[in-house]
């Protein structure tokens, strides 16, 4: 796809027209997002303007009949693009996109359409069990149907994010191979969290919950997943270890809960104890 990248990066129309086709065909919205990206993180915001207008057109089409992930995608993916080129630190980007993410969950962007009722009775006839735990939280004074459009507003947010860093590194790797080889291994594989920066992201989560706002606590521990995910690509890099560790890491990752957690342990670890930096001078 490099070659598809250098192509774009000819001429801005070229660009424009792709990124408007990609976001306009179904499940192809992560392409135009990734142009975007790009072009953002070469040119900067206002050059990038007509490209993201692009992306972002199509994207306000499928919003209309009712799917929001594409041009939520592509705004996240803009906004941390963006934050990425001016303070070429991950760590900020990430806690940006988060932060706009839980904002946009906490307005009820991801919530479903036609509300949580239709939802909440077609989870009551599939399972008598849920319907006897939706009863119990009824009778323990929670709002049912807010509850639900939380959860399902909150699970459509968590995968919106992870879909923009993904374009976002895309988009940054494409920018790599073309003018800079290696920078976003090297910069990726450098990614973590800074004390200051995982205090900052636990106090705003505990105070979105004493607030009423609990769209935090659902996302906000992103960051440190991808700070986790970028550790164990540095030790696989500094090991010099073969790639289909990699692979089965992430399978691991995508199946099982406890691959999650393991990760979110290590990077809450490298976060004070800087590992990698440790690894290399034992190495």
């Not at 069990?129 to 947010?157: C, I, K, S, W």
């Not at 879909?163 to 940054?172: E, K, N, P, S």
């Amino acid at each position: 796809m490099l070659a598809l990248a250098r192509w774009l990066m000819q001429k801005t129309p070229y660009a424009i027209g792709v990124a408007a086709l990609a976001t306009l065909v179904p499940w192809l919205f992560w392409l135009g997002a990734a142009i975007a990206a790009l072009v953002t993180l070469r040119r900067g915001f206002a050059p990038a303007l007509p490209v993201i207008l692009a992306a972002a057109l199509p994207a306000g089409f499928w919003w209309m009949q009712g799917d929001v992930i594409p041009l939520a995608s592509v705004l996240l993916v803009t906004l941390m693009a963006v934050v990425l080129r001016e303070r070429m630190r991950w760590s900020e980007a990430l806690i940006i996109g988060t932060l706009a993410c839980a904002f946009m969950v906490q307005l009820g962007v991801f919530s479903p359409p036609g509300g949580s009722e239709l939802m909440l009775e077609q989870l009551r006839q599939s399972s008598a069990e849920v319907d006897g735990m939706l009863d119990e939280f009824a009778r323990q004074g929670y709002d049912t149907q807010a509850l639900a459009a939380m959860v399902v507003g909150g699970v459509t947010g968590l995968i919106v994010l992870l879909a923009a860093i993904a374009c976002l590194a895309l988009g940054r790797s494409w920018q790599a191979g073309l003018y800079n080889p290696g920078g976003f291994r090297e910069e990726f594989h450098a990614l973590r969290l800074s004390p200051k920066e995982l205090a900052l992201l636990m106090i705003l989560s505990v105070a979105g919950v004493l607030l009423g706002g609990e769209a935090l606590l659902v996302v906000g521990w992103v960051p440190l997943l991808i700070a986790g995910i970028a550790l164990v690509h540095g030790f696989i890099g500094l090991k010099g270890m073969n790639g289909l560790w990699l692979a089965v890491f992430y399978v691991l990752l995508i199946t099982t809960l406890p691959t999650i957690l393991i990760v979110l342990l290590l990077g809450l670890i490298d976060t004070f104890a800087n590992v990698r930096a440790r690894l290399a001078r034992s190495n």
